[in-house]
């Protein structure tokens, strides 16, 4: 399909898009100051541990201990909801907590406990993702985890992974224990059926379900604990609603000031039009939808659990309102924001080891708006712009906030769209629904739910509301510590050891195909490896952690009578993330050129000049040799360009073959797919490797995503886009991340806005997936690392997500200050 972007002089624009532009773009920098107070008290939010849910929990697990899993975790989940600490927000007019304070993590030692037990007196030492912890709740975790020894998932992991996979965490391809010491996540629930439905109308399917079932037949006796474990999870989720009501019942009695009250009792009205029934009005369902996202937080920790097309499915609401002339859009408005504060309230914690690859306390809750229907005609509607606005007040690092582009998008809403990215907090991201819709339908998603795709988590894209676990998730595939091995006679050169057999010593390649292989040879290992690994962890998964919140919402658990895990989504197709591919790249190149055709050095050049990590004289000689004496992917050369798509090649032509464990059990799909969504693990991942040939030392990050290796880019953007453009980017159906990073004082003018368009255009002409854009200037970021008491509420965009800069340690904002700035 070919897309076309129309001129910025659109001439086909209807009348109802320019009166919202003229009426509200100007509303973007305005913030009213009550948003403005929420938002300084959550921004100045030290994060801190909270030992509620762990208490609860343990002592749950062991009273219902006789219990199926999934009925022992549903009524765990519910004894978490009846009795931890909840509490109103001054001000705020959306109510619901995750824990017992703002911006504190509840533990899931369910999934593991040991690295929080070593933990306890490092976590306020971290240099990112810093957590605080009182002598009281130490004393608390000090006395519980220990009960957890051998009854994690991690435990029974670690008891099943083979051999492989685990000597492997020495040698450091795969990261894949992020899927086992919290919960899942990257998933987005069937919003919109709870808006049609309310709690009970999940519980009254789960009970009609059980009613009908056959206690003959086997199958439906194996569905009997899931109907009983929805049934349970909705009903507590009533009861969590009405503790609110109660606690808002009392607070109404107490307020003096008359405002206040009168805006508690609405909430109050909110809250009880949503305890049982679907929500009548706006209010009411943003309330609702919010409910949902914390209660499934509370579930799981799954990160990435994000709320898919929301102008779309919250707007029959608005425009109702709007129509009987109970709802302005200020006040439409000022809901949203509140929802996204309480978005950034949630927050997670992750074993030091995990959270170097994602720094910055993310968790990827991803809002996507726009779109074009199936008809080919814009999805955009007024709350479109009213979440975009939004958004552009907030500035903070949740939502994960996307634009689905494509050619029809009215002039005004792109002049909006551009005036937010100008504010230089890494958002709105943008993806192109021709090449996604294509690439799903390709993958076998049926052409109706493909115009419906949503992105999910940094940017991965899923069907919202039918598609299983980890669309991209959280395993990570190494492919230059890949190269490193495949160029060392198949050994790891930091550990040691030996992981494949039959690859030649570096020395001994007689031609580059021989290199080509090797590297081709290892890749294949590893990625069976990655899928042995992946599946491992999904058997245990499946027998140790069922959510019987998040599969209520998914199609067609209910139906099939299965959890997610089982097989009830109707998609599932999971991925890992590639890292480091333009720096295998680059070194695959650098040999062919400078070793095999202009024998400018020799492999024996090369290696000792790689193993003494560019040391001396000579050694820094060749290592400038191959940094700039030989061409590098980004610049818009065929040649430096093809060999970037030659490395993924393997991988992309082999994955999808492999099977998960859902595949034959119901959904469409089960299997793996491509994604080159690294998020910070470039930084990690490149402390595992040595010195490369393509002039990077060592343990140096690699390039971030698809986007070039900081400093080789020389031939400005559109060279950048134009190689990008060149990847098989429609068969990464999980995920591809293009991060620029322009100096705003390049986009400051109605002509310059008009050059930035047009670059973003050119990209989707040109089948680019994603772009994404950091619209800040290197002397702001060092100023921001020198001073950061001053900037606190800075964000950037760190790879498919955003982070407040301070919250990141000093290799990571390196990372990001060193990256090219662009010029149009």
């Not at 050619?407 to 629904?433: H, Q, R, Y």
Request: contains cysteine; charged residues 30%; glycine residues 6%.
């Amino acid at each position: 399909m070919r897309i076309i972007f129309r001129p910025w002089f659109h001439l086909s624009l209807k009348k109802k898009y320019q009166n919202i532009l003229n009426k509200y773009v100007r509303r973007v920098i305005r913030m009213n100051d009550r948003i403005k107070r929420i938002k300084k008290s959550v921004v100045s939010v030290k994060p801190e541990v909270c030992t509620e849910r762990l208490r609860i929990i343990t002592e749950s697990y062991e009273r219902y201990k006789d219990e199926p899993i999934i009925v022992k975790r549903a009524l765990s989940l519910r004894d978490i909801l009846l009795n931890m600490s909840i509490y109103l927000e001054d001000e705020q007019l959306v109510i619901g907590n995750q824990a017992s304070g703002i911006r504190r993590a509840p533990l899931f030692p369910e999934y593991s406990w040991d690295w929080i037990f070593k933990e306890i007196d490092e976590f306020e030492k971290r240099p990112s993702d810093v957590f605080y912890v009182n002598e009281e709740n130490k004393k608390i975790m000090r006395e519980i985890l220990p009960l957890w020894k051998g009854k994690t998932l991690k435990d029974r992991v670690l008891k099943t992974q083979t051999k492989e996979v685990l000597e492997d965490k020495k040698v450091g391809v795969l990261g894949w224990e992020g899927n086992v010491t919290a919960g899942e996540g990257h998933i987005i629930m069937n919003f919109e059926k709870v808006l049609k439905v309310g709690f009970r109308g999940i519980v009254n399917e789960a009970e009609d379900k059980l009613s009908k079932l056959d206690y003959t037949d086997p199958d439906d006796l194996r569905k009997v604990s899931f109907y009983k474990a929805v049934k349970i999870v909705y009903s507590a989720s009533s009861e969590f609603v009405e503790r609110y009501i109660d606690l808002l019942e009392g607070k109404i009695i107490i307020e003096k000031d008359e405002q206040r009250k009168k805006e508690l009792k609405q909430i109050k009205k909110n809250c009880e039009n949503i305890e049982y029934n679907p929500p009548t009005t706006f209010k009411s369902a943003v309330q609702l939808l919010w409910f949902v996202q914390l209660i499934s937080q509370i579930e799981a920790n799954g990160h990435s659990m994000s709320m898919g097309r929301v102008d779309k499915y919250i707007y029959p609401f608005y425009k109702r309102d709007i129509d009987k002339g109970i709802l302005n859009r200020d006040e439409a408005k000022e809901y949203i924001e509140c929802f996204y504060l309480k978005l950034f309230t949630v927050i997670k914690i992750r074993p030091w080891s995990h959270t170097r690859f994602v720094a910055g306390y993310p968790t990827y809750q991803n809002i996507i708006i726009g779109g074009k229907n199936i008809d080919g005609k814009s999805d955009l509607n007024e709350m479109s712009y009213i979440l975009l606005e939004a958004l552009g007040d907030i500035k903070l690092s949740e939502p994960n906030f996307y634009i689905r582009c494509h050619e029809d998008m009215p002039k005004d809403f792109v002049d909006l769209m551009i005036k937010v990215i100008k504010m230089g907090f890494g958002m709105p991201a943008l993806v192109n629904d021709d090449v996604i819709i294509n690439s799903l339908i390709d993958r076998g998603v049926s052409k109706e739910d493909a115009y419906d795709y949503s992105t999910m988590g940094c940017l991965e894209v899923q069907v919202p509301g039918k598609w299983g676990y980890r669309a991209n998730g959280k395993t990570k595939v190494n492919v230059l510590k890949i190269m490193e091995i495949a160029l060392n006679g198949g050994v790891d050169p930091k550990s040691g050891i030996k992981t494949i057999e039959g690859i030649p010593e570096f020395t001994k390649f007689t031609d580059f195909d021989e290199v080509y292989k090797a590297y081709c040879k290892a890749m294949i290992y590893y990625m069976r490896l990655q899928v042995t690994a992946d599946n491992i962890n999904d058997i245990a998964m499946e027998e140790l952690v069922p959510d019987a919140f998040c599969s209520g919402l998914v199609e067609d658990c209910i139906g099939r009578g299965k959890t997610i895990k089982e097989g009830g989504a109707v998609y599932d197709m999971i991925s890992g993330a590639l890292v480091g591919g333009p720096n295998v790249g680059n070194s695959l190149y650098a040999l062919k050129k400078a070793v095999f055709e202009d024998k400018l050095l020799t492999l024996e050049d090369v290696q000792n000049a790689v193993r003494s990590n560019y040391e001396g004289i000579e050694g820094e000689k060749i290592r400038l040799l191959l940094q700039n004496k030989i061409d590098k992917y980004g610049n818009d050369n065929d040649e430096a360009d093809d060999m970037v798509v030659k490395i993924y090649k393997p991988y992309i032509d082999n994955i999808a073959s492999y099977k998960n464990t859902r595949f034959g059990r119901g959904p469409i799909g089960g299997m793996f797919i491509p994604s080159t969504v690294t998020i910070s693990s470039n930084v990690p991942d490149g402390a595992k490797v040595g010195a490369t040939p393509d002039g990077r030392k060592d343990e140096e990050p690699t390039a971030e995503g698809v986007s070039p290796m900081h400093g080789t880019e020389k031939n400005g953007p559109t060279s950048v886009i134009n190689s990008v453009s060149k990847l098989e980017t429609r068969k990464m159906t999980g995920g591809q991340l293009l991060n620029m990073r322009f100096n705003p004082t390049t986009v400051k003018t109605k002509k310059d806005e008009e050059k930035f368009y047009a670059l973003i255009e050119a990209f989707f002409k040109k089948n680019g997936w994603h772009v994404q854009f950091n619209m800040i200037s290197t002397d702001t970021l060092i100023k921001a690392q020198k001073e950061p008491e001053k900037y606190q509420d800075l964000v950037v965009r760190v790879a498919g997500y955003s982070a407040l800069f301070t919250s990141l340690d000093k290799i990571t904002q390196d990372d990001i200050i060193s990256r090219m700035e662009y010029e149009l």
